[in-house]
């Protein structure tokens, strides 16, 4: 900025114009060294197209998950402007429940009983889970957030930390730390084969639940009053105390929403990794805040295809990059932290607004 | 109908109110007038609940029905505001269209509007009252699924007042109005205040172009520095030296 303004002067360099550019120049490296490998090592190794289109369905399958808990961030940050990084353990939390659901459903036959007894089984379990994620929500919100609100920016996002690591450790006190399996009923476990591609029924139920809770999600958001009021909560809090809306039972019902979604989200994940134990929702609870990122905080379609789109990326990078698939997960942080660098507003970000910035 | 009783309100250490009494009685338009910074907004937004009042007491007398009981109980002037939430005081028909009108730029003029009714379920009564609205400002009812946001000035002035509207209130509290409008528009506006008050609707507005707020109002406060120095009928205010040397420009 400096040296286009003062022509007559040679360039000048203060301190932070010489960070912005080594820090563009650090995420334009990382750019062209994944562009690198992928035309030498991904394109050339020559996998079938079955092979791409069976990890891109694997990818949209995890996405789903993470956009449930990504809009648990987003709606969050949306109305309070913080970022409750205890989402992932709220999700765990869901997961935990699902996984004693459904061991007393397993253990009373319902598992093997008639098609219709199954599925009746497996919703009640993913509204069990939902319902224990709701009230750990709820619960974190008054106990963690709500006597700070009026409180610097940083000090809650510091309570919520402390918040997941307490939720961690309190489920690793009480239930161990060996993982619960999540054991698939009969009915669900084989799977749809089309040519070379395989589509697990899991999966595909997975995808579909995912997307029917996100359609839900929008219709209640933009359809009915009391998502009407959270709009205008997340524009304007004091304004919308003044139509009446009661702000505080808005945020708890925010809460509730979020973590609904991360409850069910927790019990597919539950059913898709076959395990959960305490610190299963810490990764996936940072995917789905970088999904949240990825497709501009506070903003509710964008978490979801941030989420998707992650999903993807995550699916097919490692073999388009030619690395083993556990180091799947270098592959989400340093999009985040590519994101962060060129594009901090996210990809359908809008400009900050005063208030938010 | 709304009493404040030497009223005190703190923005942290400044102290803004220093013992505001003022009534406004059913029917009324009532003004409050002052230079920036005297305490009007401040007043407003005790009364609506969004600032607290750390002394003194603001009753909402209820007008025959309802409320009555509560009140005599304690025989006290009417419900205490001072201690309830502002989406309380929303409730009881004390409704305020706040300085810099406030609409809710990304919902739109009709969401806006339904905003205003958000406390009430009767939906016969909503759809009239949004028929009511609209024909106060026809200008909005062209914009209904536009977002707030992209109105002009005037539109959202429109929009900030018809969204009060909306709720139904017993009492209207007016901040500032014709605040940035072009002068038709600010006729225009203080036109369409005399027929809300015409149609029943009890009105508190707050006003730096005082001489327009004096002409409109059957009553007048003029606020500084936090205390009310001179009150009394709109017309004796406008003829008042004291007042046509500080707040009317001549």
């Known amino acids: 900025m400096a040296g286009r303004s003062t022509s007559a002067q040679p360039l000048q360099l203060d301190w932070a114009t010489v960070q912005k550019y080594a820090i563009r120049a650090f995420g334009f490296t990382i750019l062209a060294i994944v562009l690198w490998r992928v035309i030498t090592v991904g394109l050339a190794e020559g996998y079938p197209a079955s092979f791409w289109i069976s990890q891109a369905l694997n990818g949209l399958v995890l996405g789903g998950v993470y956009a449930l808990v990504a809009l648990g961030y987003t709606l969050v940050y949306g109305i309070l402007f913080m970022i409750n990084f205890a989402h992932g353990e709220v999700?765990?939390?869901?997961?935990?429940?699902?996984?004693?659901?459904?061991?007393?459903?397993?253990?009373?036959?319902?598992?093997?009983?008639?098609?219709?007894?199954?599925?009746?089984a497996l919703l009640s379990i993913m509204l069990i889970g939902m319902a224990a994620s709701?009230?750990?929500?709820?619960?974190?919100?008054?106990?963690?957030?709500?006597?700070?609100?009026?409180?610097?920016?940083?000090?809650?996002?510091?309570?919520?930390?402390?918040?997941?690591?307490?939720?961690?450790?309190?489920v690793l006190l009480i239930f161990g730390v060996s993982p619960h399996s999540y054991r698939k009923p009969e009915l669900i476990s084989g799977g749809l084969r089309l040519g070379d591609v395989f589509i697990p029924y899991t999966g595909a139920i997975i995808f579909f639940t995912s997307i029917l809770l996100m359609l839900a999600l929008y219709f209640i958001i933009q359809r009915t009053k009391l998502g009407r009021a959270m709009r205008a909560v997340a524009e304007d809090r004091a304004t919308a105390s003044l139509m009446g809306v009661d702000v505080n039972a808005v945020i708890v019902l925010t809460f509730m929403l979020g973590s609904a979604l991360a409850g069910a989200a927790g019990v597919m994940l539950g059913f898709h990794n076959t395990v959960v134990k305490f610190n299963s929702g810490f990764i996936p609870g940072l995917k789905a805040f970088t999904a949240a990122v990825l497709g501009g905080i506070g903003n509710i379609p964008g978490a979801m295809f941030g989420a998707l789109l992650l999903g993807l990326i995550e699916a097919l990078g490692p073999s388009a990059l030619g690395i083993p698939t556990e180091y799947k997960d270098v592959i989400a942080f340093t999009l985040l932290v590519l994101i962060l660098i060129f594009r901090p507003s996210g990809l359908f970000g809008e400009v900050l607004s005063e208030k938010k910035a | 109908m709304l009493i404040l009783e030497s009223v005190h309100t703190f923005y942290g250490h400044i102290h803004a109110l220093k013992g505001v009494t003022l009534t406004v009685?059913?029917?009324?338009?009532?003004?409050?007038?002052?230079?920036?910074?005297?305490?009007?907004?401040?007043?407003?937004?005790?009364?609506?609940?969004?600032?607290?009042?750390q002394a003194g007491a603001i009753y909402l007398e209820r007008s025959a029905n309802g409320g009555q009981g509560r009140a005599a109980a304690?025989?006290?002037?009417?419900?205490?505001?001072?201690?309830?939430?502002?989406?309380?005081?929303?409730?009881?028909?004390v409704s305020q269209s706040p300085e810099g009108r406030k609409i809710f730029a990304r919902l739109s003029v009709k969401e806006n509007l339904a905003m205003g009714a958000f406390a009430r379920s009767d939906a016969d009564g909503i759809q009239s009252d949004l028929a009511r609205v609209l024909e106060l400002f026809p200008r909005l009812e062209e914009r209904l699924n536009q977002p707030g946001g992209t109105l002009s000035g005037g539109e959202q002035q429109m929009l900030a007042i018809g969204r009060s509207l909306?709720?139904?209130?017993?009492?209207?509290l007016l901040d500032e109005p014709s605040m940035g409008l072009a002068p038709l528009l600010v006729q225009q506006i203080f036109q369409i205040i005399r027929e809300i008050n015409a149609r029943g609707t009890t009105i508190l507005l707050v006003e730096q172009n005082a001489q327009a707020a004096l002409q409109v109002a059957h009553r007048g406060y003029v606020l500084e520095t936090g205390r009310i120095v001179l009150s009394g009928d709109a017309q004796q205010l406008l003829a008042d030296p004291q007042v046509a040397e500080a707040y009317l420009g001549i």
């Not at chain 1, 999700?91 to 599925?119: D, H, N, S, T």
């Not at chain 2, 007038?33 to 007043?43: M, P, R, V």
């Not at chain 2, 909306?166 to 209207?172: A, E, G, Q």
């Open chain 1, 134 to 170: 709701v009230l750990i929500g709820v619960t974190l919100e008054r106990l963690a957030y709500r006597p700070l609100r009026q409180a610097p920016r940083l000090v809650p996002l510091i309570s919520a930390i402390g918040a997941s690591l307490f939720l961690q450790y309190s």
């Open chain 1, 91 to 120: 999700m765990m939390i869901g997961g935990i429940a699902g996984f004693f659901a459904l061991q007393f459903a397993q253990a009373r036959g319902w598992m093997e009983g008639p098609w219709l007894v199954v599925v009746i």
């Open chain 2, 25 to 53: 009685n059913e029917g009324e338009i009532v003004t409050l007038i002052g230079s920036n910074g005297a305490g009007k907004t401040t007043t407003l937004n005790t009364i609506s609940g969004v600032l607290d009042a």
């Open chain 2, 166 to 172: 909306m709720s139904r209130p017993s009492i209207l």
């Open chain 2, 74 to 93: 304690t025989g006290e002037p009417g419900i205490r505001l001072d201690r309830l939430p502002a989406h309380e005081i929303a409730r009881l028909g």
